[in-house]
């Protein structure tokens, strides 16, 4: 065999030897997540942090058994053990309202403390999916129409400025212990903003202000000594990054996924479908190509909540940067390879 063909071949050995050797050592850390849901979402996150020397795989909390929830996520966590746990395994949680408590309560306190416990800083990843600038997108994933017949940013800014004071109201009994007597399901019943019209949603939005104000009157008539506590509830949870105009992504996400956002897509995706079905129906040239096109159009289309779980446009938002900061924080001093825990 040629000296040059020899030496060819050596050298092509070594580079397949070289690469398998770095894929081995590509250090793996396991990110333990609540549901299947939450599975692309963390992966979302988690995606620019992976580079040739680490990767993530992010999956339940056991492979044996069915347990879900948060819950299940933090045992993987023992008192006493975030050391040895730490290196090559992470959580990563819906804040619920733990991040809003800080540290009220034992699971607050680990969730805001614990170096290997991610979390959403908004309610959870449903609120994630619901960030405002990004549902005109969703519509047109879902209808493939790009006319904007509806200020989705403006509706939510609107909405938040509404419930915000009894938000306040809902920070301070978690808080404070007084949540059986004003729960989260009482919050979400009054904040649910009912019926809804896309030419004239300010009806929409006056009964829901309608609605708080009574709630707040009667919790002030309940508390009567508690004006200074409020103030102070108020705020804390706007220096936590909660706004008048935001209070939307810290409310409870299924509330908000199916009780505000989906029903506004809903009639949003209505009006812009029958808006393309009317283009067709004018602008076909003969029956055939009418019912070719409109049957064409019909398999484009997709569903609304499961577009909606795939909506990706929150990794523009204030939140997602303060995951990806805690992120790189955490990965700054931890070693990048597999070998150099050896």
Known sequence: M???LKDNLNSRYFEAANALKSKSARRRIVAYVESYDDIYFWRTVLNKFENERRYFEVMLPSHKKLERGKKSVLMNFIEGQDNVLGNDMIACVDADYDYLLQGATPQSKKVLES??????YVY????????????HDTCVAVT?????????????????????P?????????????????????????????????????PSIDHLRHKVGVKVRQLQQEFPGNKEAYLQTKESVKQLGVTPQTTYLYIQGHALFDNVVVPILNKVCNRLRQERQDEI???????????????????????IPQT?????GYQFSEPFRRISEDLKHYLKDRPATAYEST
């Open 2 to 4: 040629p000296n040059r």
């Open 115 to 120: 170096p290997y416990i991610f979390h959403t």
């Open 124 to 135: 959870a990843i449903e609120n994630m999916q619901c960030y405002a600038p990004s549902l």
């Open 144 to 164: 493939l129409n790009d006319h904007r017949i509806f200020d989705f940013e403006d509706y939510m800014r609107q909405y938040s400025e509404a419930i915000f």
């Open 166 to 202: 009894l938000f306040v109201w809902s920070v301070w009994a978690y808080r404070t212990g007084h949540h059986n007597k004003f729960s989260l399901t009482d919050f979400n019943k009054i904040t649910d903003p009912g019926g809804f019209s896309v030419q004239d949603p300010q």
């Open 281 to 303: 129906v004018r602008t076909a040239r003969h029956f055939t190509q009418k019912q070719n096109e409109m049957s064409c159009y019909e398999h484009s289309i997709q569903d």
């Open 308 to 312: 909606l779980k795939k909506n990706t």
